[in-house]
């Protein structure tokens, strides 16, 4: 069983920066896709960015490209969300996301991914 643990919410004003981390319990975290999510109370959860196991691939919402940016560091289990220039509408939980088997799912698709951590609250005020 893999655990993620995120870490780094929290309240910034708009224009400002966070650094998002989710920490994987697992030694096997290197040879995972990742994803990072959001949600809205009331709404489902959202793609933000992903990143393959080797770090060489990323993809990003149209929403946060230019903005966002996801790496990851397998030597410490770790994945990341620099989040730059940020606006109310950024405003929502994040998840990190784990696909342990690949499977033939859009990484847009929350489907996709295996494990996922318990979020932490990002709020964005004007």
């Known amino acids: 069983q893999v655990q993620l643990v995120e870490s780094g919410g929290g309240l910034v004003q708009a224009g400002g920066s966070l650094r998002l981390s989710c920490a994987a319990s697992e030694r096997t975290f290197s040879s995972y896709a990742m994803g990072w999510f959001r949600q809205d109370p009331g709404k489902e959860r959202e793609f933000v960015a992903a990143?393959?196991?080797?770090?060489?691939?990323?993809y990003y919402a149209d929403s946060v490209k230019g903005r966002f940016t996801i790496s990851r560091d397998n030597a410490k289990n770790t994945v990341y969300l620099q989040m730059n220039s940020l606006e109310p509408e950024d405003t929502a939980v994040y998840y990190c996301?784990?696909?342990?088997?690949?499977?033939?799912?859009?990484?847009?698709?929350?489907?996709?991914?295996?494990?996922w951590g318990q979020g932490t609250q990002v709020t964005v005020s004007s």
């Open positions: 996301a784990a696909e342990s088997v690949p499977r033939g799912v859009s990484h847009t698709q929350p489907v996709k991914y295996d494990y």
């Open positions: 990143i393959s196991w080797s770090g060489g691939r990323t």
